[in-house]
């Protein structure tokens, strides 16, 4: 009976092992990468104080990389100026100072900052509309590397060693690298991360559908009428009596959508994708920035929506140190 026991035993323990090796567990915080918005994904958690850099292998998140970092000296999201925490969201980062810009900015303050700094967009719009305040988070470097075997120790930037963050600075496209800045990774198996990626991804095809076929009542459904905010024409229902004027010209717009990536926080989702318009009144190409939110259906809406000229067509990144000459 024993004897039994013990095959049995042994032979659901090999194939419990062979069931979770088999598995593939993904972040949450990353469900579609393009090659033009999310090559690259800068992935922060505060936790372990750890920055994961993941790169896009057939629209799915490939860790390349982990090295260690420092973060606010305060635990917590970040809420206001001087709290010296570290703001959890979806962030790009837009500019970069060498270590000679710094210096001639801020003097030998700026020593602190090592060899570099990219500024973030902190507030973003969802920081923005609940009232968060505060700015100048960085992703930097140091005078110091010891600092960042602390952990806790900025005033809210997110900072890593100097020789680190040339490595970093690789995988960066400045206004196109999302960095991603969450107390905890949570890793799901492929089923529920393809579950996760799926309803996001319905409810943008859905909302394009409607759009490219004037299909105004299944458009504006996409979005929620209670949180949702334009920073030119207001509320919902100021967007709404707007879209609806739009939607009733009699021209038929050319609408293309193309590159699309998709990111999440516990919060919220941001989705980036390429939108070529073309019509009588207008003729341009930009990414549109749409930030969503789960109503108390748990069905994504969107809350609210960017929109930026986009440069340049040109989608072959190649990592390269081209912010830092030696």
């Not at 915080?29 to 999310?38: G, P, T, Y």
């Not at 700015?135 to 680190?164: E, M, P, Y």
């Not at 299944?218 to 334009?230: C, E, G, K, L």
């Amino acid at each position: 009976m024993k004897k039994l026991m013990l095959v049995a035993l042994t032979i659901l323990t090999v194939f419990i092992g062979h069931a979770i090796a088999e598995d593939t567990f993904l972040p949450s915080n990353i469900l579609m990468m393009d090659e033009k918005f999310s090559h690259h994904v800068i992935l922060v958690e505060k936790a372990t104080h750890k920055i994961h850099i993941y790169g896009n292998k057939d629209s799915h998140p490939k860790l390349l990389k982990t090295y260690n970092m420092a973060t606010g000296k305060l635990k917590g999201d970040k809420a206001a100026e001087g709290d010296h925490k570290t703001p959890e969201g979806i962030y790009s980062m837009y500019e970069f100072l060498s270590k000679d810009d710094l210096l001639k900015r801020h003097g030998k303050a700026a020593e602190i900052y090592g060899s570099g700094a990219f500024p973030m967009n902190y507030p973003n719009f969802m920081d923005d509309r609940v009232g968060k305040t505060g700015g100048g988070i960085w992703l930097h470097s140091t005078d110091n590397d010891n600092r960042i075997f602390k952990g806790l120790d900025s005033r809210g930037c997110v900072v890593v060693q100097n020789a680190d963050l040339k490595e970093i600075s690789q995988y960066i496209e400045l206004n196109a690298t999302p960095i991603v800045v969450v107390q905890d990774i949570f890793f799901l198996n492929q089923t529920t991360w393809e579950r996760n990626r799926k309803e996001l991804n319905d409810t943008i095809s859905k909302w394009t559908k409607a759009w490219q076929e004037k299909d105004f009542d299944n458009y504006i459904a996409a979005y929620d009428p209670v949180n949702f905010y334009d920073k030119s024409k207001g509320n919902y229902h100021s967007y709404k009596t707007y879209k609806k004027a739009v939607f009733s010209r009699p021209d038929s717009p050319q609408i293309k959508f193309g590159y699309t990536s998709i990111l999440s926080t516990e919060d919220y989702a941001v989705v980036h994708i390429q939108q070529d318009y073309r019509s009588n009144v207008i003729n341009d190409i930009g990414k549109k920035t749409l930030y969503l939110k789960k109503n108390t259906n748990y069905d994504w809406k969107i809350v609210g929506e960017l929109w930026s000229k986009v440069e340049d067509d040109n989608v072959a990144f190649t990592p390269s140190k081209r912010f830092f000459k030696e």
